[in-house]
């Protein structure tokens, strides 16, 4: 299904990360391509996070091998993974709170604009996540829905070749999500491979991509959204344990 | 030219520094005349401590530059380093080697230093410990050195005593000496000249400290000390900036300790103690950590308070502890940046070489 026909972006192999005794991440294989998107779920505890940490170099893995752009990464320091194109959004926001929206975007973009550039390249930033005209105000005050599209924006301004979402739409409306699938789909549209980790079903739906199921560090499953819907494993999964697949966003059909 | 001239000013006058209207450089302009023509208003005595209280602004800034990701500074790696070369070649005249070991070793002992901790991942305030502990083992050595094969050149360490006339040693530290042409200038702790020069380096560094603190890597400084691991998900590598600006906040603690040793001729262990190491981190803490300004007014302010207060006694320190507490509980953003009309944030106090990302 992933990584098929175009040439791989991303290789995970058999990634193993333990905590103590707890095998948080316990054999994934993923190959994901240029300009692929993808989305990973599963229950609380499914190793979602460990996963994410593990790709953007916060936390280094037991055993296992992940290759990105051709290059071995599973020990590269987190700048070097960005340097060579994974742009990151965490969970906790990750914005400078003290300084101005300006200022949030030029620290992404200094690292490949000159002074002369960077005007031009924030107010096209902040038309594309929707916070045009906020330059000058701090990044504190900003709205919740506002700070998680600064975070994103600032992603984007790496134009990486990887972006890594973990939760996106943590706390919006579903307004405000709807919005954030647009930037995302756009995003991907202009290049960007796109992996979402993600709680939200709805969400998930909206962005209609492949979906992997992961469940103990393992994949649990992949495949299309209403696949993974009409799954009984995948339902028994969520319905049996924290409830996150409400009954409400199951097909009604 | 104009143009240049123009982004010069733009960078010193940046929103990362607090004052920036025509009301605070005029203030500012008045404050650089003031301090011109102060020595024809105050006696001699006077104004050999206004030299001593001007010479700790640049440990103050320094520590105001690294605050938030690196722990103190002590100016005694600079003293000792400047005294014993001083001792052992100011006979040829000038100073110059005394003023290039004075800088240079204790710089180059934060890079080693600073490599150690920031490449090995020490973080927060096990920094700041460290830190104090080094210095601290400076104190213990030196304390020890008073025998008399405890000597380098003709310079002997003197124990508690220190460099100079204390410990009963024929050599002490000398002042800065220049050469200009054939002439010597000699910048005697007394002097008006020695006042002037301190003067000058002052404004020089307060000027370049708030363009670098404006420009392009200020910015970066600024993004560390809030949130270090998200800015190198960025692409950049902390562990090598931090490094940079620790060297940076130890060369101007450097100057104050060649100023201070220069000043009165003679340097103890002491200035590796708690007392001289907690000192300066009251004066940026109370003035505002976030602010140069603030730093610079805060620490004059408060060394001429402390050397009234020296007077009655000890009761300075005690004053300076409660004056530190009260200010942290009430303005945990420093007295002058909360009252200086910038924006404050309600991110809690920051010790020293803590940070948000010391998690």
Known sequence: ?253 | MLNWFSSVVRLINGEQEIGRSRGFWICAFAVAVGLIVLPRFVSAYALLNYSYIISMVFLALGLCLIWGFAGILSLGQAGYAYGVVGINLSQSGTTYLALIAGLMVPTLFAAVLSYVMFYARVKGVYVAIMMLVVTLLFETFLNQTAGPQWHIGVASLGGNNGLGRFSGAIHEPPSITLGLGSRLIEFSGQSVAFYYLEVGLLIAIYLCLRALVNSRFGLILAAIREDGARVESFGYDVRAIQLVVFCLGAALAALSGILYVSWGNFITPSVFGVTNNILPVIWVAVGGRKSLTATVISTVVLTWLSQRFAIQGEYAFVVMGALLVVVMMLRPEGLITSFGGRKTSASPPLSPGSSHDGR
């Open chain 1, 1 to 253: 299904m992933m990584g098929g026909d175009r040439e791989a972006i991303l290789q995970i192999t058999s990634l193993r990360k333990s905590f103590g005794g707890v095998r948080a991440v316990d054999g994934v294989d993923l190959v994901l391509g240029c300009g692929e998107l993808c989305c990973i779920i599963g229950p609380n505890g499914a190793g979602k996070s460990t996963l994410f940490q593990l790709l953007s170099g916060q936390i280094l893995p037991t055993t296992g091998k992940i290759v990105f752009d051709g290059k071995d990464v599973t020990f590269a320091h987190p700048f070097e993974r960005a340097r060579s194109g994974i742009a990151v959004k965490v969970q906790s926001l990750g914005i400078f709170q003290d300084l101005t929206v300006d200022h949030n975007l030029r620290i992404p973009l200094m690292r490949r604009l000159s002074p002369r550039e960077m005007p031009k390249a924030i107010d096209d930033l902040l038309r594309q996540v929707g916070l045009q005209g906020l330059n000058s105000v701090n990044a504190r005050e900003l709205s919740h829905g506002q700070k998680q599209w600064l975070a994103l924006g600032m992603a984007l301004a790496m134009r990486p070749k990887l972006l890594l979402l973990d939760e996106p739409t943590a706390g919006m409306s579903s307004e405000e999500t709807r919005l954030t699938t647009e930037i995302i789909r756009a995003s991907n549209a202009q290049g960007s491979a796109v992996v979402v980790i993600e709680h939200d079903m709805a969400f998930v739906r909206e962005l209609r991509a492949p979906v992997i199921v992961l469940h103990l560090g393992r994949i649990f499953f992949r495949g299309t959204f209403s696949e993974v819907e009409e799954n009984e494993e995948v339902r028994h999964l969520y319905l049996g344990t924290r409830n996150r697949f409400k009954s409400s966003d199951l097909p009604t059909r």
